[in-house]
């Protein structure tokens, strides 16, 4: 089982910018990893992945261009890096890991891994 714990959510206007980050361990630090986002009365939606490794990249067409997923391998640390926010940003943010270092699908079932997530808000 791999732990998983987020910091950096908070409430920002529009325009700003936030960076959350995720602290992982376990026996198997070298997993597939991923940011999702649950506004409310809304289904749970990937935001962004990243493998280990050869570091395989993907983020939803939503927030291309604004957000950032990267790793420390060293330090067991996902980041989000995200800029130009805006008010549908507004969501609790989890982090998720797989149990493999490369993925292959992104659904929320292939995630094993949970956080407990933070609160991300955006005033307009």
């Known amino acids: 089982q791999v732990q998983l714990v987020e910091s950096g959510g908070g409430l920002v206007q529009a325009g700003d910018s936030l960076r959350l980050s995720c602290a992982y361990s376990?026996?198997?630090?070298?997993?597939?990893m991923a940011w999702f986002r649950q506004a409310p009365g809304k289904a749970r939606e990937l935001v962004a992945a990243?493998?280990?490794?050869?570091?395989?990249?993907d983020h939803a067409d939503s927030v291309k261009g604004r957000f950032t997923i990267s790793r420390e391998g060293a330090k067991n640390m996902l980041y989000l890096q995200m800029n130009a926010l805006k008010p549908e940003d507004t969501a609790v943010y989890y982090c998720?890991?797989?149990?493999?270092?490369?993925?292959?699908?992104?659904?929320?079932?292939?995630?094993?891994?949970w956080g407990q997530g933070t609160q991300v808000t955006v005033s307009s």
């Open positions: 998720a890991a797989q149990s493999r270092d490369y993925y292959y699908t992104l659904l929320e079932g292939d995630f094993g891994s």
């Open positions: 376990g026996r198997f630090s070298k997993h597939a």
């Open positions: 990243i493998s280990w490794g050869i570091g395989r990249i």
